[in-house]
């Protein structure tokens, strides 16, 4: 597509995004007046800079504040009539230059009578930039979409690295903010969430609330019982929907589904043909979304690709009320393998983190509660180094008392507890508008009830000889569900952990009427927030790595 | 702003059309061409009114297809810094809104919202003063101004702004004004 003014044979404009300078109406026909071409853009238009353009844009209407409306028109055409014998239009060209001009007068003369006019008043510029609101004015600029500043519209400067900013595509693709608008944004949005009675939750996908596994990692056998499950034995509506299944276009299926391929079967099990993959909803997740939305405004924030976050948003959540809009994905982290806040649009003192991986949040493990994984898939075991899995032993998480199940215990006494203790600073120090209540206290204090009065001795379970057993992460963690960690036996002691019966504190134990537990006991207190029984966790005659299935509790899959 | 500008373009057209509707047939081209595209110097191309002027054909080398340069007038219309559109909210969130002028989108920032607006969170996102009297949603009608616009050779975008007397809301969803 060629213009009238410019050679017929050029090229669209294509080969540079032309500088914001000709975008400002009136700098644009004064360009043109320059040059005598309409849409002409001068090679200097490019250098043009935001600042020039304003500063033309302002000459011009000083220039013409002296004149009236006639002698301004004609001045206009006087100067396009100039101009234009120096370049080369064509009779058609001229007329269309006039029509071009005709508009362009219209918009240049209300410039220019400025006063009362509402649209194009120059004062109203100036209103604009003084107002520029939610506090400060830019430069720094708070962020920008498509390369243009949110708050003053001129486009990105080349040196603003992206360095100081954090892109958040998940909100909009073209969207960047500075850390510091991030960081105002964190606290309006604090005051509004607080009033609503409501804190932030992230929730991870993987291993958290499902578990995937792509078809050619699942062997055989468990391909079998995997297509039987899916299929079910059925009856109602489980077995139209494995007709459906069948046909491919099933009238109980959403539209969404139908478009994606993806094939819903029994108990929240997935196939979605696009990805290659299962995918296995944990038990009772829908009832668990659908609660924690009442405390919670939640994110899913995974290390996975895009498309599939938002493949298995659109499971989880298919009419978009949790989070939609709030799916975080790999690319938009800004760190490799790590999780961090700083791409969450909310105050880190609100955020609860459900995850199983404590090592992705280096930053952020007081807010983290941490989930036993879900392995439903016999693959997903195996990349954690674990022989079997729910599916081969066609088993599944119990709903009431699952992972999630015990996870919104949790989140709900973090949320009573946070907002009992908000009210009661409120009361305290009223007129104080500090944020007064942190989750990372209120998380670590609620773990340290666990273990609660639980005097615990290890018993060979540290490497002989270690300077400091207090060191030691099984030590650490007894400690922070609650537990008084000592290094001897003494009348007081309640617990001894241990691998075999052999030992001396073992035989003391059994003697005085004391706990002996295998040490994935604390793992056990650890994951299901409470004092699990000593009796499920016996220390065998011989040592062992006894390895549970689940600390969760598990039910059997009737086909 | 619209403007009534001529244009030029180069049609190619398969000999199997040459015949006594080849008129008609480049015009029908051009039409599906050049209409809803969007070039960054002249802006969106909303409809072509007149053909003025079709050249004479040259055969390509090769293929036997037949280049006709053509002259056209057209509709197209062009955002600009400083220029007021009226608009339909297409989406709301915490940063602000998206809103859509024919074919231009424009996103007004909460910077550029009045500051008695304030963003709720909920099935239907929205902004809306304390008194709850004017509530800014999705397919609201808004009139803005253009405060900063980017422009590739495809591809216009703008960023708006409600902050200013007589601007924001001018029908609520469903087209009550
Ligand atoms: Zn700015």
């Known amino acids: ?559 | 702003m619209f403007f009534h500008i001529i244009l030029e373009r180069n049609l190619q057209l398969h000999p199997r059309y040459f015949g006594p509707h080849l008129r008609d047939k480049l015009v029908s081209k051009l039409i599906h061409d050049v209409e809803g595209t969007c070039s960054g110097r002249h802006g969106f191309v909303v409809a072509v009114t007149a053909v003025e002027n079709i050249g004479k054909g040259l055969i390509r080398d090769g293929t036997g297809y037949v280049t006709f340069p053509v002259k056209y007038q057209c509709v197209v219309f062009r955002p600009f810094k400083g220029e007021i559109l009226e608009s339909v909210v297409t989406m709301v969130n915490k940063m602000g809104f998206f809103a859509e002028a024919g074919p231009v989108q424009i996103f007004v920032s909460n910077h550029l919202i009045p500051d008695d607006m304030a963003f709720q969170a909920g099935d239907v996102p929205c902004y809306e003063t304390s008194d709850g009297s004017v509530r800014i949603q999705k397919d609201s009608e808004v009139r803005l101004k253009i405060v900063g616009t980017r422009v590739d050779a495809t591809e216009i975008f703008c960023i708006g702004t409600i902050k200013d007397d007589f601007l924001g809301l001018t029908g609520d969803p469903g087209g009550a004004a």
């Open chain 1, 1 to 559: 597509m060629s213009s009238i003014g410019s050679v017929p044979a050029s090229p669209s404009p294509s080969a540079s995004p032309s500088s914001s300078a000709s975008d400002d109406f009136a700098a644009l026909v004064e360009e043109e007046i320059l040059a005598g071409s309409p849409f002409h853009s001068s090679p200097d238009s490019d250098l043009f800079n935001e600042k020039e353009a304003q500063r033309v844009d302002e000459d011009e209407i000083i220039d013409h504040e002296n004149e009236d409306d006639d002698g301004f028109e004609d001045k206009e055409n006087e100067s396009l009539e100039n101009e234009s014998t120096d370049s080369e239009p064509g009779a058609s060209d001229f007329e269309l230059q006039r029509k071009r001009l005709r508009s362009s007068e219209v918009v240049l003369g209300k410039r220019q009578r400025g006063v009362d006019d509402l649209q194009f008043n120059s004062d109203n510029d100036d209103k604009i930039e003084a107002s520029v609101g939610r506090g400060g004015s830019c430069p720094p600029h708070p962020g920008f979409m498509w390369g243009v500043c949110i708050r003053c519209g001129v486009m990105k400067p080349s040196d603003d690295s992206i360095e100081n900013g954090v892109a958040l595509r998940y909100i909009h693709e073209e969207l960047e903010l500075s850390r510091k608008e991030a960081a105002r944004l964190r606290q309006d949005e604090l005051k509004q969430i607080l009033s609503k009675r409501k804190l932030y939750l992230i929730l991870d996908l993987d291993h958290t609330l499902l578990n995937s596994s792509r078809f050619q990692e699942v062997p055989p056998e468990e391909q079998t019982f995997l297509t039987a499950f899916f299929q079910g034995a059925g009856s109602g509506e489980d077995g139209k929907s494995t007709k459906a299944s069948e046909e491919n276009t099933g009238p109980d299926l959403t539209t969404a589904e139908q478009n994606s391929g993806v094939q819903a079967g029994r108990e929240g099990l997935y196939m979605l043909p696009s990805f290659h993959m299962w995918t296995k909803l944990r038990p009772f997740v829908h009832r668990f979304l659908e609660q924690a939305s009442n405390m919670f405004e939640m994110y899913v924030y995974t290390m996975g690709e895009r498309a599939y976050a938002l493949a298995m948003a659109q499971l989880l959540d298919p009419s978009g009320r949790y989070f939609k809009g709030r799916v975080i994905s790999k690319a938009d982290s800004t760190h490799r393998n790590i999780k961090d806040l700083d791409v969450v649009l909310s105050a880190e003192s609100a955020v609860v983190i459900l995850d199983d991986t404590e090592g992705v949040w280096p930053r952020h493990r007081d807010n983290l509660i941490v989930m036993e994984r879900y392995h439903f898939f016999t693959s997903s075991c195996r990349h954690f180094g674990l022989e079997s899995s729910l599916s081969r032993e066609h088993k599944d998480e119990s709903e009431s008392e699952g992972g999630l199940a015990t996870a919104l215990k949790v989140l709900h006494s973090v949320h009573e507890t946070f907002f009992h203790d908000f009210d009661q600073v409120r009361e305290d120090c009223i007129g104080s508008s500090d944020p007064v209540k942190d989750v990372r206290q209120v998380i670590p204090s609620l773990r340290a009830k666990i273990l609660m009065g639980c005097r615990i001795v290890f018993s060979r379970i540290f490497p002989v000889g270690l300077a400091n057993p207090e060191s030691h992460p099984l030590w650490q963690l007894a400690e922070a569900l609650g537990a008084q960690c000592v290094a001897s036996i003494d009348d007081s002691v309640t617990h001894v952990v241990a691998l075999d019966r052999g030992t001396d504190k073992a035989r003391w134990a059994k003697q005085n009427g004391r706990f002996l537990v295998h040490p994935s006991w604390i793992d056990a207190a650890y994951y299901r927030w409470c004092c699990p029984h000593e009796e499920d966790f016996p220390v065998a005659d011989v040592q062992t790595k006894y390895m549970k299935l689940s600390f969760s509790k598990t039910v059997d899959i009737c086909l």
